[in-house]
């Protein structure tokens, strides 16, 4: 999770048309919406703390009475419309930012332990989920919400597996923190256990409760008494090795949630370990992983204000122990709505393939 560095943003309600060529003091971007009709163009005008996007009628050269640009071909007849939201990124970006204003401002219902989860966690931004908040003190707390942002497909595939283990089975969040991640699993039919003194050095959030009571609650009983089918180790604390005692107790799924970034001033890693993942060599088989990966500076690529971040790759790792046998790979698991926060990260990486199309054809973007 990175540190926050404070933007500030004034969005303008004038709409000036604008075209392709450059004007004075503003870069002006054209997006080609998957049509090679000029007129199903979308053009965003950035200036510093101004954001404007609107569709518009293209330049004329009057020479040739024909548009100034050559209409660009549709890269994929099949999507002719795939860009098509980008048409509502005014609007989008409004929203987007009354939101994280909201909760930067700790008027986001996020803040409020005195709500339902499903009403906390409702249109929270993946801003807050990449980067803490100002007033957040790293000295005193770990990530104001999460660590990174979950997506609903990847917890419906770990629930997928858990699910086969046993009628009603329990899953132990070795390290809960407020209890977000492990929650978000537990919301697709799994209960939830999290070791409240496990790791009795690690910060809290800064939102230090943050569960779905209905399916997640602490424990207070050590990892070695509590009864448990399959363990979520989400984000482990660096050097740490929670592995050795899982494998003891031949725990049936194991979880593994982390990332292999290292520190570059440190040269240390910041989630777990090397011998975390080699502890199990012998007694479990990986059966499924995979990895997200947030780009390099994807929400300051297409709202400059915003602050940069570095490309992050998450890995998710699930290992079963050898007596568990029969497991079956999700083959269709049915789509589900995804969590809101998703819903800025589609917009921010459609917005980023688009700026790149447009690069790549050898237009400015």
């Known amino acids: 999770m990175e540190p926050l560095r404070l933007f500030h943003s004034t969005r303008s309600t004038q709409h000036k048309t604008v075209g392709w060529n450059k004007r004075s003091g503003s870069a002006i971007t054209l997006w080609n919406l998957g049509s090679s009709d000029p007129k199903n163009r979308v053009v965003a005008r950035i200036t510093r703390a101004h ?17 100034s640009t050559a209409p660009i071909a549709n890269p994929d007849m099949n999507m002719p419309n795939k860009y098509e939201p980008l048409r509502n990124m005014e609007s989008f ?10 909760f930067q401002e700790k008027k986001h219902h996020a803040w409020n332990n005195n709500l ?5 966690i409702k249109d929270l931004p993946l801003h807050n989920l990449i980067f803490s908040n100002p007033d957040r003190d790293p000295e005193k707390f770990s990530a104001t919400v999460a660590p990174f942002y979950p997506l609903r497909e990847e917890m419906q595939k770990i629930a997928f597996y858990v699910q086969q283990l046993a009628d ?31 790791a009795p050095d690690s910060k809290p959030n800064q939102i230090t409760s943050f569960f779905d009571a209905e399916h997640f609650r602490y424990s207070d009983e050590p990892l070695a008494q509590l009864p448990f089918d399959a ?13 050795t005692a899982l494998v003891q107790r031949k725990t049936g799924l194991l979880i593994y949630i982390f990332t292999e970034h ?14 975390m993942l080699a502890t199990l060599a012998g007694d479990y088989r990986l059966i499924d992983s995979w ?23 998450r890995h998710v790792h699930i290992y079963a122990h050898n007596s568990v046998d029969n497991l079956q790979a999700p083959q269709a698991i049915p789509p589900a709505q995804s969590y809101d926060w998703e819903k800025d990260l589609q917009m921010a990486l459609l917005a980023l393939q688009a700026k790149q199309e447009v690069q790549a054809r050898g237009f400015p973007a």
């Open 51 to 67: 954001y404007t996007w609107q569709a518009v009628e293209p330049e004329i050269n009057p020479a040739t009475s024909q548009p």
């Open 93 to 102: 970006t409004e929203d987007m930012f009354n939101r994280i204003i909201a």
């Open 116 to 120: 339902s989860f499903a009403a906390r």
């Open 168 to 198: 009603n089975p329990v899953v132990c969040d070795i390290y809960p923190g407020n209890g977000f991640i492990g929650s978000l699993l537990g919301r697709e039919g799994i209960e939830l256990r999290g070791l409240k003194n496990h």
């Open 231 to 243: 363990a979520l180790v989400s984000w482990p604390p660096a050097h740490s090795n929670p592995s």
């Open 262 to 275: 290292v520190d570059p001033s440190t040269q240390q890693r910041q989630t777990g370990s090397d011998e």
């Open 291 to 313: 990895e997200v990966i947030r780009p390099k500076d994807i929400l300051h690529n297409i709202w400059p204000d915003m602050t940069p971040s570095i490309e992050e790759t």
